[in-house]
């Protein structure tokens, strides 16, 4: 394979072929490919585009440059959920007991987080003696037996993946609604699902700001899904404000647990996480044929929610997968874990206007609950908790949210940050509302 030919080919224009796309992926995998050519190929890409059938054979050679999950029949439909990522998106966690609990396998394969937007994986960690990283037989086999699982991408899935998503991160070609169609796909393909829900968030802390182009990724990825044989359809979700009302790994486990709980289901702090939870599994419910219209699948979904089903299914996908569960059932009766809990409190009374995700998610990342860099440790215990909603109505005094720190001067510096994440005004605000638009097609 002459790349230097194809690199000039992308770069002025051209359509490649499948089959060079599938050299090209061969020849990654194989590290046969210096980095400074394949660098070339990316920004080639990011200017230039994929069509819809290069994305295509792009994604499919990624999808096959490693293992690809193979389950035995099974009258459970395998279905799964992927989000753009967000700060507070704790949804996959509740989901995975919630489908499995409603008749589906769930491999849910996740990943970490890098920036302000938090991973499944680093929630999970904070878990006492929880694994993320299971071999692929292993995976299957929990699936089989209790209908869900959660964790890491095994070193033999989609390693193309790996090698161009660091490249991507270090030469300013994330952004590419090809290459993110195909670094997302690819690894959902690898875990043979008969549907597809996907979260795409826009505003202020979504990697697509504006609902435009988290549209334009949506409809792209659904269409290519399709195309793949999952059932898949998009929702676009607000990430302006936080989800729920914590944001920090062990926080976010905590929060998931409480939605999971059917003595909370009326909790306002948690309305929207569990609006989420059960919209996108009304949507797999609808997706699979499990029910005949969202209404009845919302119906369904949250009677299943309310039955206590899911909270159990959770202990055993946690014992499973190697959980102390009587010191993670202790760990969640306590009011922390961080060594510092700091009020932020209102500087006067009056409706929520803004809690500001973003600044949000960058405090929270800085007090080492997020990472800078993909080899920056994180820490499982810092975050934020009993965050305002935009709309609620507060005086003076009362509390804004909690920061969990590692010491007090983190503590100060993050609370003297997040006064400007929240606008309190004299005039009533509505409630935003999260969810904005179905993709079907
Ligand atoms: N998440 C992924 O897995 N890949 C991308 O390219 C972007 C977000």
């Known amino acids: ?81 992927h989000s753009t990522g967000g700060v507070g998106d704790k949804v996959s966690l509740p989901l995975a007991p919630l489908l499995a609990c409603l008749g589906f396998r769930v491999p849910m394969i996740s990943g970490r987080g890098l920036g ?31 209908g869900c699982v959660i964790c890491g991408q095994t070193d033999r899935m989609v390693p193309a993946d790996k090698k161009l998503y660091a490249l991507r991160d270090v030469t300013g070609t994330v952004p590419s609604i090809p290459l993110i169609v195909a670094s997302i796909l690819s690894k959902k393909l690898a875990e043979s699902l008969d549907a597809l829900i996907l979260d795409v968030k826009f505003g202020s802390a979504a990697f697509m700001q504006t609902k435009a182009d988290a549209r334009r990724l949506a409809k792209a990825m659904v269409a290519l899904g399709r195309k793949c044989g999952v059932n898949t359809r998009a929702i676009l979700t607000d990430m302006n404000t936080p989800l729920g009302h914590s944001a920090g790994n062990w926080l976010e486990v905590k929060e998931s647990v409480a939605c999971l709980d059917p003595a909370t289901s009326g909790d306002p702090g948690l309305s929207d996480l569990r609006e989420l939870v059960l919209t996108c599994a009304a949507h797999l419910l609808v997706q699979t ?44 009766t306590l009011d922390h874990t961080a060594p510092v809990v700091l009020e932020l409190k209102a500087p006067s ?76 005004s004299s005039q009533r605000v509505k409630k935003p509302s999260l969810l904005s638009e179905t993709i079907t097609h």
């Open 1 to 81: 394979m002459n790349f230097l030919a194809l690199i000039e080919a992308k770069r002025d224009g051209g359509t490649l072929s499948a089959n060079q796309l599938r050299e090209i992926i061969a020849a990654v995998v194989a590290h046969r490919i210096a980095d400074y050519q394949l660098a070339a190929f990316l920004m080639a890409v990011f200017f230039r585009g994929l069509n819809a059938e290069e994305t295509t054979a792009l994604t499919l050679a990624m999808r096959d440059s490693g293992d690809v999950l193979k389950f035995p029949k099974d009258a459970r439909p395998l279905v799964d959920k």
């Open 116 to 146: 302000i937007t938090g991973g499944t994986l680093d929630k999970l960690d904070s878990i006492p003696g929880f694994k993320t990283l299971l071999p692929a037989a292993r995976i299957v086999e929990i699936v089989q037996q209790l």
């Open 289 to 332: 044929g499990k029910a005949k219209s969202l209404n009845d699948a919302c119906q369904q979904a949250e009677g299943c929610l309310n039955s206590g089903a899911p909270r159990k299914k959770w202990d055993e996908m946690l014992a499973a997968q190697g959980a102390e569960l009587d010191t993670f059932n202790h760990k969640l």
């Open 349 to 424: 009374s009056g409706f929520i206007t803004k809690c500001d995700a973003r600044l949000i998610g960058e405090v929270i990342r800085d007090l080492g609950g997020g990472r800078l860099t993909k080899d920056s440790a994180v820490n499982p215990d810092v975050g934020l908790d009993r965050i305002v909603k935009v709309g609620e109505r507060v005086r003076s005094r009362d509390m804004l949210c909690r920061v969990h720190a590692a010491d007090c001067s983190q503590a100060k510096a993050a609370g003297a940050r997040l006064e400007a994440a929240f606008g309190i």
